[in-house]
């Protein structure tokens, strides 16, 4: 199989920027809280969705690590600390995946777990999308109606309308918008060496309660989801890879100054949603992010500042609802827990969705519970 088939140019153009309502959020939020290098960031997550499509051969995502990001925000965790939560949970996804503990794990999930995980993240990247549209809400309605009418148009794709023509509308309502100011040259990354008090807040902050949602999302539930969308072409795609991929771009990439990334269904379905069938999508947004880390440093965050939450709301909204799949049985019990696990996972997190569905459905298969 090649890397790009060529027929789908024009879908895989649309849905390299499927995912950017998740990814853009969190990588602002971030370098501008926690005084990261842009470049760095930019640069790194570039080389990394290029590696990636390289090696999947699918638009398998690559997106900032949610619960860190949070962290970088509500307990401030520094440039330092973050790169030790992101070399940790690096280990620990290659020690899970090349000691096959990774594959124990996915044989005791059942289908209502992982079912129930996947319609919780939709649920709640589809709120998350909301929110961001009522920051600005007639812009966030406007994008979300034209979208609705070419969510299935191949002449207009919905994510590149929106994403071009909800800037534009914004700078029609805003007129005291301005350009961003950029700055050519060539910018590397810096080099960022935790030390050994570094690692305790990175554990206890990032990495402990990163890692259930990065099993259940990034490994779990995107090996399922991957092999339900390209049932031939996933072969790649397995949960032991996923791992691989984390842990090894984690270890690389986080001494190198980016916020610890993941994989993850919700972005694989975002890309999805917009086009995306092969790794030139996620090959093309790669070589976009390097491009502005490399040529245009610090001022090419700008370039992504301008693009309005509302915008990006919108297509987060639409790929979340992708993700919103009931899971099919006529057992009263794997409803039970589809339900419990969808609950949790909005209300609390994925990870804590995980640790409860599991034994709850053996005790429930084996008539210790009834429901």
Not at 133 to 150: A, D, N, P, Q, Y
Not at 158 to 174: D, P
Not at 225 to 236: E, I, M, T, V
Not at 270 to 281: E, K, L, P, Q, V
Request: with cysteine; charged share 10%.
């Amino acid at each position: 199989m090649t890397l790009w088939e060529g027929k789908t140019l024009g879908g895989d153009l649309a849905g390299s920027i499927g995912d950017l309502g998740t990814f853009l959020p969190f990588v602002i939020g971030a370098i501008t809280l926690a005084h990261l290098d842009a470049t760095s960031v930019l640069v790194m997550y570039g080389l990394i969705y290029i590696g990636t499509a390289w090696f999947y051969r699918l638009p398998v995502p690559v997106q900032p690590m949610k619960v860190i990001g949070a962290a970088i925000i509500v307990q401030n965790l520094n440039a330092a600390e973050i790169a030790a939560s992101g070399i940790l949970i690096g280990v620990i996804l290659l020690f899970i995946g090349f000691t096959g503990i990774v594959d124990k794990l996915a044989r005791i999930t059942p289908l209502s777990v992982t079912m129930g995980i996947q319609s919780g993240l939709g649920i709640s990247l589809a709120i998350l999308g909301i929110k961001m549209i009522r920051s600005e809400l007639l812009l966030g309605t406007i994008v979300m109606l034209v979208m609705l009418f070419l969510l299935n148009s191949k002449r207009f794709p919905a994510s590149i309308v929106a994403l071009v023509g909800g800037t534009a509308l914004a700078f029609y309502i805003h007129p005291d918008m301005t350009l961003p100011s950029l700055h050519l040259g060539i910018n590397l990354p810096h080099p960022v060496w935790p030390a050994w008090h570094d690692y305790y807040r990175g554990f206890l902050m990032g990495c402990l309660p990163q890692f259930p949602l990065t099993l259940t999302n990034s490994v779990l539930v995107t090996t399922v989801l991957a092999h339900n969308l390209f049932p031939d072409k996933s072969c790649r795609v397995t949960n032991k890879n996923l791992c691989f991929s984390l842990g090894v771009g984690n270890l690389i990439a986080s001494p190198l100054g980016i916020i610890p990334m993941c994989h993850g269904s919700g972005g694989l379905a975002a890309h999805y949603r917009f086009g995306a069938r092969t790794a030139f999508s996620t090959a093309f947004i790669g070589l976009i992010l390097l491009f502005i880390g490399l040529f245009l440093g610090s001022s090419g965050l700008q370039v992504l500042q301008i693009i309005p939450s509302a915008v990006l709301g919108g297509m987060l909204f639409y790929s979340g609802l992708d993700l919103i799949k009931p899971v099919k049985s006529e057992q009263k019990s794997d409803i039970f827990v589809f339900a419990v696990v969808v609950v949790l996972s909005v209300a609390v997190n994925p990870g804590i969705g995980f640790l409860v569905g599991v034994p709850l459905i053996y005790l429930l298969h084996k008539e210790w519970l009834i429901v």
